[in-house]
Each structure stands twice: as structure tokens, then as C-alpha cells.
């Protein structure tokens, strides 16, 4: 793991605020760790006591609904941070956090990011900065799973994923997601999901080979999402 100073996914996140003496004592109170695929980073009520800070890879955020669904609510790719919300606001994790992927995460204690956020302005109004970001993602979210069909919010879902994570060499999305994970984006049962990949196969939008998903047609599935 490369020192905070020299890391550049902290360009991405509100630590790009912090100088070198706060990266440098960051340094030196930090946790790295790898995350297999499919481990969690943290779970729903748990109490987290400080923040993650994701190096590499991709994690899953959800929340599990009263009839034991697996609601995803988002993405978190690499110089994102997890756990802010819940160590302003002193509660224990109202979302669980888990990898999709192997991942690299640095764990920042509670005591230091809140030194940071007492003595650093910039520091305090990036991390507010952020958790409105996620609010505003949270209230488009709802409005979408109100008014758009299943359809619709499938459609959507596959153009963000091509669009914030990329593609592998042979066009498919490079992030696999399972058809049960996807469905819980999307807010539907499984067995929808996977008829709906299915007529949008047959409809030529989309090209399915195993777990891998190549969008084929962007404009229709655009004028789908809409």
C-alpha cells in the first residue's frame, strides 16, 4: 500500500482537502486491508467507528427490507468513502457494504478524520459536499422506482454501469453482476429481471453469454430508459 500523500485516489474524495502534515499523520494511524469478492466491509448496524476509503475495486451498498430483500441503493468504486454519513451523524451503519469484486480499502479512525473535519474547513465542506451528493442520488432513486417501470429502471441501470465502470475488451460491462444483484438495483424479483435480460436479448438491445451482459444498442435502450 503507497503512502496517503503519494496515493491518487484521495483526489477523488474530500481528502484531496488535507495537507501533508494531516496525509502524513493519516499515514500513521491507518488500516489497509484486502476484501475478497463477496466479504463485506461493514454491515447494517454495525458500528463502524471511522471510514473506509476505497483503493480498488467495487462494493455494493444495501440495505436488507423487512421481507429479507437485498435492496442495493449503490456503487462505490475506488476514492470513494463509505461511512461518512454514519460517523457525523454517530449512528451505526444504516447500510451494509460489500465487495463485488477483490478489493483494496484503508480504514481511517473516528478520532483522526474528526480532528480533520474540527481544524480543516475545506475537509468539512467536501464531506458535506458529498453526503448532499448522496442524498440528491437517494431522492432520484425514489422518484425513479415511483414512476418508472421495471423495464425503464432496467434499461437505466445498464447504461450507469456501462457508462460509471466501463466495458471489458470484448465490449461486455466489465462489472458482473449476478441477475439476483441486479434485480435488487432495479427493485424487482429475480425471475423479472431475467425475463426482461431476456427480451432485451431477443430484441437485439442486448447480447447475454453466461453472466455477461454487452449492450448492443445504446440509443434504443436510451429512448427506453426515458
Known amino acids: 500500500m503507497s503512502k496517503c500523500e503519494q496515493c491518487i485516489v484521495r483526489e477523488f474524495s ?64 475506488s476514492g470513494e468513502l463509505l461511512g461518512q454519513r454514519s460517523l457525523i451523524s454517530d449512528e451505526p451503519a444504516n447500510l451494509s457494504a460489500v465487495a463485488l469484486e477483490d478489493m483494496e480499502v484503508c480504514f481511517i479512525p473516528k478520532s483522526e478524520i474528526m480532528n480533520f473535519f474540527n481544524q480543516n474547513n475545506q475537509f468539512s465542506m467536501n464531506v458535506m459536499k458529498t453526503i448532499c451528493g448522496d442524498l440528491k442520488e437517494a431522492d432520484d432513486h425514489m422518484v425513479s422506482m415511483a414512476q418508472k417501470s421495471v423495464k425503464e429502471r ?18 461486455s460491462l466489465r462489472i458482473q453482476l449476478s441477475r439476483e444483484e441486479l434485480a435488487g438495483i432495479i427493485g424487482t424479483a429475480t425471475e423479472s429481471c431475467i425475463r426482461l435480460l431476456s427480451e432485451l436479448n431477443k430484441n437485439g438491445l442486448v447480447d447475454l453469454t453466461g453472466k455477461k451482459i454487452t449492450i448492443l444498442d445504446r440509443n434504443k435502450l436510451k429512448r427506453m430508459a426515458e
Open 14 to 77: 474530500s481528502l484531496k482537502a488535507l495537507n501533508k502534515e494531516e496525509l502524513l499523520k493519516m499515514a500513521d494511524c491507518k488500516t489497509s486491508y484486502t476484501i475478497k469478492k463477496g466479504e463485506p466491509i461493514f454491515e447494517e448496524g454495525e458500528s463502524v467507528n471511522g471510514i473506509f476509503c476505497v483503493k480498488d475495486g467495487v462494493c455494493k451498498l444495501s440495505k436488507l427490507s423487512a421481507n429479507g430483500k437485498d435492496q442495493i441503493v449503490k456503487l462505490a468504486k
Open 154 to 171: 432496467l434499461a437505466e441501470t445498464l447504461l450507469y454501469l456501462e457508462d460509471n465502470f466501463g466495458k471489458n475488451n470484448d465490449g
